[in-house]
């Protein structure tokens, strides 16, 4: 059931799927959804819209956090108390003094006290036209409110984020449906040759993670038994071969791989039993099935427009955390090629844009932002990069410390930019990213910690918020990027197949790949130019550098 605006009048009517394929071809209306499930079942059907007004990624963009489910927006939006917090999947579950009907009558679909019902707030179609048409009706009715919500703010930034983050849910259902490309036969090898045989059962699983162990373990003095699960054990093992280490973190035994030999081996144990735990068989069969052509496979998961911090993509099925160890049967179809697009020192030239802090942005200029700011600091390169990253993460102290300060004076617009971010954030002041997304803060009762533990809580909180400011402005670059890129790939048989947070992956023809790597170069510089143009046009200087690869697996690109 979909509703119109007519001459000010709402006119609903019942569509099928042909129905709305052609009026997005022929009208390309900006469609009003309740959230990314509405576009999963017109996806499922091949039904792929050009654009949207997607309702739960306006609410979050307006709200901060992951929670939108109709019945939040709708009471924001009427200014009433937000439903209570979801259990066992429902809002407002039946307790022994309420009662609510699990198909509401069509015809009254608010509470008395103007609050969506909750059977009006679920993701499967209700039986009966009623329902379709007074379902559609509110959520017409909910986009004008969140529009008028965005005009009276007078924001045009605000205006231009909510219709990308709309579209990034649109470009999620379909990276949902159509997956990533597999070698699945490369893949069962690779684990093969990594972790051991698939293990026929509970015994060859037992067998294959005690000859992990042993790798680690032919070290022990005789005699010892150490859990390499437990780092208390992990630390009680180093200490036995005369290694003393307050933590058992990677960073710091990678510094110490040339004490011992059993250091680089319990660095290659975590790296396998990472694989054998979380990428393995069992990670292949839930994840993986069949391809769009015979004898091909797609690595699928949920995609999210949206994390409830600032702003980045998420996806499940581990697409977002992949090891580089098995990149390799991220492979091509056959005929066909990934086109990768990286974006190069991403969070510090979007610092420069959004800051507006003139030295930053005469640095971006150069291809390698770092070489120019060492150059200012008087440092080697990676003190400089020390510094901006450090400047960025909060992290004051340390290898970039000299230099950090350094920062401060060759660069203070940018540098009191973050600062200010970490002082509200201290304080429990939510934050506005450059496109205004709310960046939710925390302030726990003063009474309830010791005046020690409230001091490093606001510390935490302003490194938080200094890198929110950074990270959700660069997620929103990121995703205008992406979804200009889907929209230039539209009636092409190439497609977006990945999003990391500075990084697309596109599954081309091997013919088409030249005019998909223009696509991706050309989409940046117009999601920039949209992003920055209208209100902040000095950031127009600043240089987004793409490096891009044809490769035919994604290993290639990071060789």
């Known amino acids: 059931m979909v509703a119109a605006r007519r001459e000010h009048e709402t006119v609903v009517e019942p569509l099928g799927f042909d129905d709305v394929r052609r009026l997005d071809s022929e009208v390309g209306p ?16 091949e039904v792929r819209l050009t654009r949207c007004w997607d309702l739960a990624a306006v609410h979050r963009l307006a709200v901060g956090g992951h929670r939108a489910e109709p019945q939040a927006v709708w009471a924001r939006l009427h200014g009433l108390p937000p439903p209570a917090p979801i259990a066992g999947g429902r809002s407002d579950m039946p307790d022994l003094f309420h009662e609510h009907d699990r198909f509401p009558d069509p015809d009254q679909p608010l509470h ?15 039986p009966g036209a009623a329902h379709g048409e007074a379902w559609a009706r509110l959520a017409l009715a909910a986009a004008d409110l969140q529009q008028r919500w965005i005009a009276e703010s007078g924001s045009a930034r605000l205006d231009t984020t909510a219709r990308s983050e709309s579209a990034i849910e649109l470009l999620c259902a379909e990276l949902r449906r159509d997956g990533l490309p597999i070698d699945l036969t490369a893949a069962e090898q690779l684990l093969s040759n990594l972790i051991g045989p698939r293990p026929a059962s509970e015994f060859d699983l037992a067998a294959a993670r005690a000859a992990r162990d042993q790798l680690v373990l032919r070290h022990a003095p005789n005699g010892s038994a150490f859990d390499l699960r437990s780092p208390g054990q992990v630390r009680s093992l180093l200490r036995r071969v005369g290694i003393e280490v307050p933590d058992t973190r990677a960073w710091r035994l990678e510094r110490l791989v040339d004490a011992h030999p059993l250091i680089p081996d319990l660095l290659r144990w975590r790296k396998l039993e990472r694989i054998a735990t979380t990428y393995g068989y069992g990670w292949l069969d839930q994840y993986v099935a069949e391809g769009p052509t015979a004898g091909t496979h797609r690595l699928r998961g949920d995609w999210d427009g949206a994390d409830g911090a600032a702003g980045r993509m998420t996806a499940t099925a581990g697409l977002h955390n992949l090891p580089r160890e098995l990149r390799s049967f991220i492979a091509a179809d056959p005929g066909h090629r990934f086109v990768r697009a990286d974006l190069g020192q991403i969070e510090p030239r979007v610092l420069a844009a959004i800051s507006g802090d003139p030295s930053l942005i005469a640095a971006c200029s150069e291809a390698d932002l770092y070489l120019p700011v060492a150059r200012r600091l008087a440092v080697d390169r990676p003190a400089a990069k020390v510094a901006m990253l450090g400047a960025m993460y909060g992290q004051t102290t340390g290898l970039g410390a000299a230099a950090l300060r350094g920062l401060r004076s060759s660069y203070p617009v940018a540098m009191a930019f973050l600062d200010q971010a970490d002082a509200a954030a201290q304080v429990g002041t939510d934050l506005f990213t450059f496109g205004g997304r709310r960046v939710p803060m925390w302030r726990a ?8 533990d409230l001091r490093r809580q606001a510390a935490a909180r302003g490194r938080y918020g200094r890198n929110a400011m950074v990270q959700g402005a660069a997620a929103e670059l990121f995703k205008t990027w992406a979804v200009t890129v889907r929209a230039r790939l539209a009636g092409t048989e190439s497609q977006i197949v990945l999003c990391l947070h500075d990084e697309l992956l596109i599954h081309a023809p091997t013919a088409e790949t030249d005019r998909v790597a223009a696509i991706l170069s050309g989409a940046l510089a117009e999601a920039a130019h949209r992003t920055y143009a209208p209100t902040a046009p000095a950031a127009l200087a600043v240089r987004f550098p793409i490096d891009l690869a044809i490769v035919g697996s994604w290993a290639e690109a990071k060789s």
């Open 30 to 45: 900006r469609w009003v959804t309740w959230s990314q499930h509405t576009v999963r079942h017109l996806v499922a059907a």
């Open 112 to 126: 008395g006290d103007g609050a969506l019902h909750a059977g009006w707030s679920d993701d499967t179609p209700q």
């Open 445 to 452: 009762p003063a009474t309830e910690f010791a005046e020690s």
